[in-house]
Every structure is written in C-alpha cells, then in structure tokens.
C-alpha cells in the first residue's frame, strides 16, 4: 500500500481568495463602473473615451499666453454617486498648446506697486487760493473834489442864533466876510455896495447888460467890478440920475426884488392873494409887489422874528442878508434846504 503525502497547506491558502483581496477587486470594479458610468452620461461626447484617456493640448491658446490651466468640470446634478475620490476629476484640455520660444534676453518692465490708502475727504480749497484775473479798467481824470473849510468862528454869533447856519455855510463858502476883528456883526445894515459884493461872491451869472457909468462911484473905487457886474446880470439897478447911492443901506425890499431879478423868476400872476400872507402887506411899494409875491411862492423870504412880518422897508442886516441870499442859491440847487420855521412858505 502507498501512502500518499498530506495535502500542502499552503497551496491550499494560495488558491483561497482572501479578504483584502476581496477589497481590491470591489474597488477596482466599482471605479471602472463610476468612470463608465460618467463617460455614458455626457450627452455631447457620447463615447469618445480617448478624450479621458488621452490627454491632448488646446490648439486655440494663443502666443504669449503660457502653459494652459487643467479645466474643472463638475459632474451634472443627476444624483449622489458613490465614489471613493476626495478630488472632482480633472478633465485636461484637449487642445494642443503652442508656446513661443521668448528670447532669454527679453526683459519685462517691472511693476510698480502703488500702495492704497483709505480715501480721505479733503476740505475744500479757500476761494482766495483762484487767482482771477482782472480786467483792465479804463482810468479817467476826475474832477477835482472841492474841498470846503470850516466856518469862520465869528465871535458875535452865538450858537443859539436863528441866522447861525446860513451864516456858517455862506462864510464857509467865501460869499460873505466879516471883520478884522473876528466879528460879523449880524445885526448891522447892509449898504448898497456891500450888496453887490456879496451878490458877486454868491451868483456867477453871466452879464446880461452893458455896464452903466454912475456919477457917484468912481473908477477906483473899491466895489466898482462888484458894482458893474450886478447891474449887468440884472440883480441891481441904479437911480434915474444916473447914480447908484454906493452908501445908501438897503431894505429888505430891494434885497427881494434884486434877487428875482436877477434869477429871472415869474412873477405871480395874482399877487394880491399871495401878500396876504403878511400883515403888513400894505406898507409893500406898488413896484414891487409882483416881485415880492414871487420871491415869497420861491420860499426866498425870512423874516424874524414873526413869520407873518415882512417889514418890507426896514434896512435889511446882514443876517438877513445872508438868509435871503441862501434861499436864493437852494432855489438854484446849489445848497440843500436848511430847516427853519423862519423861512415863509405858502400853505399848500
């Protein structure tokens, strides 16, 4: 009888599947089945498995351009598959890639790096930082300002004197003058000559008139170019003898129709009714009661103390003088109204 020797038990484990193996082929078919699986769900490759497979360059990169990145592509949503892979498959272009030879030599410009900052808001820039020009403007001579100096200081005018602003603005002026010895004498008669000279100083009238060679005033005498020019511009007259009475103290009445006169004024048509203004209307002389009515409607008349009191034969002072003459010159425009309730006005 033979023996026959006992099975190897090796060979019998050799020819045993064992359970790593076991693993490995469940593996290998489950990813086999996973790549077939996602290969039939491509509708617009259908099963073109050499562009799995076989990894090709895109023809349509251009010069420059470098190497071409791995496009990603993720699998349609068509459920959760089971897979072992932790990455998304990576699907390589399959165009061909064309890359230039750039010459070692060529250098590229560096980059300059421009750090950013947070935007502040910044105050607005003042408006005298603008330079605007100017345009030229045409320089013209002007006239002249004329400068007027103070009053004369006249030592018998007190400040509470009712002629005291027509006084001041009159000497002032130069029009009228007192004395050497800083006084006025506002209360002193006026003479005829002495009118002249302030009419003179005040008016700037051109003649009128041919000058009249009076008997009683000489060539040398000291208000003879006074004396002419009132009697050419109209303001004066002199006596049918052909004299002019340089000493004669005038009244308030020549000092009124002198200076209508002389500004040319209308006569009032109805003077009666003016005069009525005065109390003493009837003492006016007949010659010159149109003259009076006018120089009363031109607000050329002050009386003091009384208003309603013409006094129109007293000798006229040289306040009032200068009083009426003032009137004259506003009448004129020339100087501006003094307010005082000397002045005779008409009621409206």
Known sequence: MTNTPPPDP?????????FDEFIAVLVAFTTIGTILFWSLS????????????SPTASPNIGINQGLASPTLKQL?????????????????????????????TSVLPPTHITPSFPAQEQAPLPSSSKVI??????????KKKS???????FNDVPT????????NVLSSR????GFPDYSFRPNQPVK???????????????????????KDVKEKFWATPAINQAISTGFLKGYPNQTFQPEQKISRVQVLVALVSGLNLKTSTSPEIVLKTYKDAKDIPKYATAKIASATANELVVNYPNPEVLAPNKEATRAEVAAMVYQALVRMGRFEEIPSKNIVRLPP
């Open 10 to 18: 090796e060979s019998s484990q050799k020819n045993a599947l064992g």
């Open 42 to 53: 491509r509708k617009d490759s259908g099963w073109n498995l050499n562009a799995v497979l």
């Open 76 to 104: 349609p949503n068509q459920g959760t598959l089971p897979s072992p892979l932790s990455t998304p498959i990576v699907e390589p272009s399959s165009v061909p890639l064309i890359i230039d030879q750039v010459p070692s």
């Open 133 to 142: 020009p100017k345009p030229f403007s045409l320089v013209t001579p002007s």
């Open 147 to 153: 400068i007027i100096p103070p009053p004369i200081a």
């Open 160 to 167: 509470d004197f009712w002629g005291r602003r027509f006084i």
């Open 174 to 177: 130069g029009i009228i003058k």
């Open 192 to 214: 005829r000559a002495e009118f002249a000279a302030i009419l003179q100083q005040a008016f700037e009238n051109k003649p009128t008139k041919n000058t009249l060679k009076f």
